[in-house]
């Protein structure tokens, strides 16, 4: 009955390679995020869908695309990785665009080598 | 400088000790304030929510926020072992929902 999910929690792979992270909530929730948190903890935010629509976009590497197939899915492709792509990436989501509490998935912690 | 200004610590404390966590922000449009947890290896848990200024009290925590002053904090009563953990403050506006984030304090609470 988890609330938000990811997939992977783990992810290691080479330079250069493809990846993609899924995420699912089934709270019903209109509003997912993609987060990144880095070593020092600070969290920024990457992108946002309202039911399948993206509205947040910041200023993160054309290698980086969500997709939303339906509005309790939100999945991350990340082409070409790079070293500083290194991360844990946390996928979240609220009730709507308009409530600011946000619930989180537990991270896909990703090394690039 | 930073919208939201969040000393990264760690904090150490010894067991039962009252904690105090606070966050500073420069964006007086701010209404919506949030106190997130998150362990070691995790997500970043809701804990408190409060909207406007006023406290807000849940079993030994209790959030207060100061409009005037741009300050937001979090009280920690009878601290235990288990609250070691970073603490992250996040806020926003009604006319930006978009949450916009402290550093987060490491939190060790000493037995």
């Known amino acids: 009955d988890t609330a938000v999910s990811q997939t992977p929690k783990y992810l290691v792979t080479q330079m250069g390679n493809d990846k993609s992270i899924k995420c699912e909530q089934n709270?019903?929730?209109?509003?997912m995020y993609w987060y990144k948190q880095d070593s020092k903890k600070f969290l920024k935010i990457m992108f946002s869908?309202?039911?399948?629509?993206?509205?947040i976009n910041e200023t993160v590497p054309n290698r980086f695309s969500p997709k939303s197939p339906d509005k309790a899915h939100l999945n991350l492709h990340i082409n070409s990785l790079e070293l500083g792509d290194s991360a844990v990436y946390f996928c979240?989501?609220?009730?709507?665009?308009?409530?600011?509490?946000?619930?989180f998935g537990p991270g896909t912690r990703l090394t690039v080598l | 400088q930073k919208e939201v200004e969040q000393d990264p610590g760690p904090l150490s404390v010894p067991e039962g000790a009252i904690v105090s966590l606070n966050c500073t922000y420069s964006?007086?449009?701010?209404?919506?304030f949030m106190w997130y947890r998150q362990y070691s290896r995790k997500g970043p848990e809701l804990l408190m929510y409060?909207?406007s200024s006023g406290n807000k009290e849940d079993g030994r925590f209790t959030a207060q926020v100061d409009k005037s002053s741009k300050y937001i904090s979090l009280f920690i009563r009878d601290s235990q072992p288990s609250d070691s953990a970073t603490y992250l403050c996040?806020?926003?506006?009604?006319?930006?929902?978009?949450?916009?984030w402290g550093a987060g304090t490491k939190l060790i609470i000493k037995p």
């Open positions: 869908y309202n039911n399948k629509e993206l509205i």
């Open positions: 979240a989501s609220s009730q709507d665009r308009q409530v600011p509490q946000q619930y």
């Open positions: 409060t909207y």
């Open positions: 964006n007086s449009a701010f209404q919506y």
């Open positions: 709270l019903g929730h209109d509003t």
């Open positions: 996040a806020m926003s506006s009604s006319s930006n929902y978009q949450l916009i």
